[in-house]
T-cell receptor, first 112, second 115 residues
Framework: ELKVEQNPLFLSMQEGKNYTIYCNYS?????LYWYRQDPGKSLESLFV?????AVKQEGRLMASLDTKARLSTLHITAAVHDLSATYFC????????????FGSGTQLTVLP | EAGVAQSPRYKIIEKRQSVAFWCNPI?????LYWYQQILGQGPKLLIQ????????DSQLPKDRFSAERLKGVDSTLKIQPAKLEDSAVYLC?????????????FGEGSRLTVL
């Protein structure tokens, strides 16, 4: 059974600071997603990472994937208040159904 | 392009009552998913349809939950009878990739409170 673990679960940071969210998964996978969720809203896709060493950047967010270590990171550069949200990583299982399994999420609060 | 539509957005019922949620996926998307998101947790897959066939329902509590996708388009998720622990947001998602799970597009969700 595929397990996806994120840490930290809660992150409070000041504007202008940098930080990294980690996502570990337990079995082989070839596709990893990062989603953002604002309170009371649905999930918004941020990144799709398809191969080992993949790196994608959008604004102040950068995601990377190391399939050998079964690890993805979401790096936040010079945080701003608008980035406050919950961030989920999700991993595709390798079985025939190819389920998308989510981590527990990282609740990010950016303080002024 | 219209997104994934869900209704109702909010529902409050008492335990042992029944409830149904409706989902209309993005036009042309073959794969449809229902996820349950309990407060403070990540979404958990309940059931996955490919057109009108079930691909995976291993995590669906079949004694009380049922889902169908008639004609391979709209889908309904029913809970009968509801329990307190069913309080959650029920998210519907759809994906255009036949036979593979590509990017999922999520609806706004239906928030269920069971009293």
């Amino acid at each position: 059974e595929l397990k996806v673990e994120q840490n930290p679960l809660f992150l409070s940071m000041q504007e202008g600071k940098n930080y990294t969210i980690y996502c570990n998964y337990s079995t082989t996978s070839d596709r990893l997603y990062w989603y953002r969720q604002d309170p009371g809203k649905s999930l918004e896709s941020l990144f799709v990472l398809l191969s080992n060493g993949a790196v994608k950047q959008e604004g102040r967010l950068m995601a990377s994937l190391d399939t050998k270590a079964r690890l993805s990171t979401l790096h936040i550069t010079a945080a701003v208040h608008d980035l406050s949200a919950t961030y989920f990583c999700a991993v595709i299982s390798s079985g025939s159904a190819r389920q998308l399994t989510f981590g527990s999420g990282t609740q990010l609060t950016v303080l002024p | 392009e219209a997104g994934v539509a869900q209704s109702p957005r909010y529902k409050i019922i008492e335990k042992r009552q029944s409830v149904a949620f409706w989902c209309n996926p993005i036009s042309g998307h073959a794969t449809l998913y229902w996820y349950q998101q309990i407060l403070g947790q990540g979404p958990k897959l309940l059931i996955q349809f490919q057109n009108n066939g079930v691909v995976d329902d291993s995590q669906l509590p079949k004694d009380r939950f049922s889902a169908e996708r008639l004609k391979g388009v709209d889908s309904t998720l029913k809970i009968q009878p509801a329990k307190l622990e069913d309080s959650a947001v029920y998210l519907c998602a759809s994906s255009p990739n036949r036979g593979r799970t590509g990017e999922l597009f999520f609806g706004e969700g239906s928030r269920l409170t069971v009293l």
